[in-house]
């Protein structure tokens, strides 16, 4: 039995996903729900200690595309539980973690909405309605969550090990259809199938492939073990304080120190190792990061292999604004050049805050309106490199279409002005009317009043068949 | 148990008929409504009144004995119900009787003391008067409790109130009276009207933690099998709503 088998949920049943604080229930949970998801299942997802956009972004990260709205569902336990203002999105039902009734409610409004069977429900986590509720969460794991998954649906709840009573987990157990235990022991991952509707009790055994581990440093490559060392030291050094790198952004310098702290409340802490990249060029994302610590490049990968880099940013800095401004996908792949972490906001979020600050916005603005200069300059450089290239091909495809040979040369047929050229090319009329004037002097072509005589089209051939200068 | 003479009318909260066995309220019953404050009996009161009319071509009459009509109307616009619209097209009929003071007029039943049976004929006059201006077959009377208030004695006010119905039930509509619940916890003392109407509706509230946890329990509905269990109930922007499928969990 693998652990892809495991993480399809059978239907008709809940299953109890039980283990001590990190030891990767809720990836296991992540996973089932892309599983679902990856063959349409509808999915329910309750969160109790994460916002539903928090959650979106970790899918997006392993590997989920753009949700379908019908498909994944979210129960945001999460907001209305620490009394944040909860931001509206279609998808999304709120309740309170506190109030078991709230959660019963939003689960059968979500179910009528979805109105077929076999839904993927997904609670994380069991663990805050016990301890606010205690004997109650019993009745609702019954009349609820074990009613549901009976409706023709399958359930998995996460529970953390070793915050109540231990009677209290075995009374949970034996409720549930199925229990899985999550540990970690060293670097293994261990779970433990107590009992499953569908399989036998066994335990499955799974090398933590999520930190530099020993085993790339087996070859005592120094460079290797350097990495490794140094990626150590980043993870402490990453316990610093969201709020105090918040403030060190020049972009809340004018924030006070309470409203800052509101906003880091939204973040997420993303840690990165060198070389791995945050998004790419064409995804959607709506997470706008802030470096707390390390280095990142934005670049924009060209078919011919070499990167065009567009910036590099160190801590203080922030990439991604543009997925904050519209829905589109990303402009540019940003990858961490050195162990990396960043501070992850999501759109709505970010967009609710901007709202109470123009001054923030003012000041993005500033800084957006010297990412576009860059960005035009090098644009500009990567024009006057080009257009030759592409002026060549016009000229040649022009031959092609229109041509007529003559003693002189080829001739196009057809009258061409300089800005039709231009539109044609891609380029201004200015740097058209140079690169004629260029071709002219190396007596490749003549032009005179819209015509335009070729006369060594091999040499044009070269000439387009050129990538760069 | 159940008599087949009975017709029945949906109530218009989406779950609530489920609870009272598929079939709504007897047709031609007066039925209590309790409840706290805040726990949205004039919600599902005007609820039951305007479905009555939208969905199920039964004209409305709201007595009011206490809020003003107009700000009734104002507050349940944001469920996005066109109050004043039904009015003008008179489908729905508002009566503001908190102001009856002493009108000289015809005793009634068993009261014969001082202005306080003028009362009770000032309110069956509003009532009949109301019934034929809009032919309502869905009446209102919010909140009773303040009827009841000036009768003193224990004896009297029950007479009142048997009089009361008696009245209504000539009238051949179907009568919700709001009563404000005494003690709002999970234990309590029945209210004597509670023994008089054919059916109590109690909307019931209580916290848990920081939280107001609402529960609906239908705890008598003559001629009805009813679902007498609490079941957890919201007001949401569309109105009342009933999960009659779901356990309260306490």
């Given at each position: 039995m693998s652990l892809a088998q495991l993480q399809v949920i059978p239907k008709n049943s809940l299953i109890l996903l039980a283990g001590p604080p990190g030891a990767g229930k809720s990836t296991f949970c992540h996973q089932a729900v892309l599983n679902a998801l990856a063959t349409d299942r509808p999915t329910i997802f309750v969160t109790t200690e994460k916002s539903p956009s928090g959650i979106t972004c970790l899918l997006k990260e392993k590997g989920m595309g753009k949700p379908v709205h019908t498909t994944l569902t979210f129960i945001d336990a999460f907001a209305q539980t620490v009394g944040l203002k909860t931001p509206e999105r279609p998808d999304t039902i709120c309740a309170n973690s506190e109030d078991l009734n709230s959660m019963s409610m939003a689960i059968t409004k979500l179910q009528q909405k979805i109105g077929k069977r076999d839904i993927l429900l997904v609670f994380d986590s069991l663990t805050s309605p016990y301890l606010f509720n205690r004997e109650e969460v019993f009745r609702f794991m019954r009349f609820c969550l074990v009613k549901f998954a009976a409706e023709g649906n399958s359930v998995i709840a996460l529970m953390d090990e070793g915050c109540g009573k231990s009677e209290d987990l075995v009374a949970m157990m034996s409720i549930a259809d199925g229990v899985i235990k999550i540990t970690t022991e060293g670097n293994i991952q261990l779970l433990n199938v107590v009992k499953h509707p569908k399989m036998k009790s066994t335990r499955i055994e799974i090398p933590l492939g999520f930190k530099p581990t020993m085993k790339s440093a087996m070859h005592f490559d120094p460079s290797?073990?350097?990495?490794?060392?140094?990626?150590?030291?980043?993870?402490?050094?990453?316990?610093?304080?969201?709020?105090?790198?918040?403030?060190?952004?020049?972009?809340?310098?004018?924030?006070?120190?309470?409203?800052?702290?509101?906003?880091?409340?939204?973040?997420?802490?993303?840690?990165?190792?060198?070389?791995?990249?945050?998004?790419?060029?064409?995804?959607?994302?709506?997470?706008?990061?802030?470096?707390?610590?390390?280095?990142?490049?934005?670049?924009?990968?060209?078919?011919?292999?070499?990167?065009?880099?567009?910036?590099?940013?160190?801590?203080?800095?922030?990439?991604?604004?543009?997925?904050?401004?519209?829905?589109?996908?990303?402009?540019?792949?940003?990858?961490?050049?050195?162990?990396?972490?960043?501070?992850?906001?999501?759109?709505?979020?970010?967009l609710d805050f901007l709202k109470g600050y123009p001054e923030v916005a003012i000041c993005m603005l500033g800084v957006l309106a010297q990412r576009i200069r860059n960005l035009d300059s090098q644009l500009e450089n990567i024009i006057s490199v080009e257009p030759h290239v592409r002026l060549a091909q016009t000229l040649l495809k022009l031959m092609k279409n229109h041509g007529s040979e003559t003693p002189q040369g080829w001739e196009i047929s057809i009258p061409l002005t300089l800005s039709g050229l231009a539109g044609m090319v891609g380029a201004d009329t200015a740097t058209i009317k140079r690169l004629l004037r260029e071709f002219q002097n190396n007596g490749i072509i003549n032009t005179k009043a819209q015509q335009y005589i070729i006369h060594k089209p091999e040499e044009l051939q070269k000439k387009a068949s050129h990538k760069t200068g | 148990m159940i008599d087949m003479k009975f017709e029945y009318i949906p109530t218009g909260v989406p779950g609530m008929d489920k609870i009272l066995g598929d079939k709504g309220i007897p047709k031609g019953h007066t039925i209590l409504i309790c409840g706290g404050p805040g726990s949205g009996k004039t919600t599902f009161a005007i609820q039951f009144l305007y479905k009555g009319v939208t969905e199920y071509h039964e004209p409305g009459l709201y007595i009011t004995l206490d809020e003003d009509p107009e700000d009734i109307k104002n507050n349940m616009s944001k469920f996005g119900w066109n109050l004043e619209k039904l009015e003008k097209e008179k489908k729905l009929a508002f009566v503001n009787i908190s102001p009856v003071r002493v009108v000289p007029s015809d005793k009634i039943g068993l009261i014969q003391l001082g202005m306080k049976e003028f009362k009770l004929v000032k309110l069956l006059e509003a009532i009949r008067k109301g019934i034929e201006e809009v032919q309502a077959q869905r009446v209102i009377i919010d909140p009773v409790t303040i009827f009841m208030l000036q009768y003193p004695d224990e004896t009297e006010r029950i007479h009142a109130m048997r009089d009361l119905i008696t009245e209504f039930r000539k009238t051949g509509c179907t009568h919700l009276l709001i009563s404000e619940l005494r003690g709002t916890g999970l234990e309590r003392e029945y209210q004597f009207e509670e023994y008089l109407s054919q059916g109590v509706i109690l909307l019931r509230t209580f916290l848990k933690g920081d939280n107001l946890i609402r529960m609906c329990q239908v705890e008598k509905m003559r001629g009805l099998d009813v679902d007498t269990q609490p079941r957890p109930y919201k007001i949401t922007n569309s109105g009342m709503e009933v999960y009659p499928d779901l356990t309260v969990f306490r």
């Open positions: 290797v073990m350097r990495q490794f060392v140094k990626s150590m030291f980043v993870q402490d050094e990453a316990k610093v304080e969201p709020l105090g790198t918040l403030r060190s952004v020049p972009l809340f310098s004018s924030i006070s120190v309470d409203d800052l702290s509101n906003l880091s409340r939204q973040l997420t802490r993303r840690r990165y190792r060198k070389g791995d990249i945050i998004f790419h060029k064409d995804d959607y994302g709506s997470t706008f990061h802030i470096i707390s610590i390390g280095k990142v490049k934005l670049s924009i990968p060209s078919e011919e292999g070499e990167d065009v880099l567009l910036a590099r940013l160190g801590s203080g800095d922030f990439f991604g604004e543009f997925a904050l401004l519209d829905d589109k996908p990303r402009s540019a792949t940003a990858t961490a050049i050195e162990p990396t972490e960043t501070l992850a906001l999501e759109r709505d979020d970010f | -």
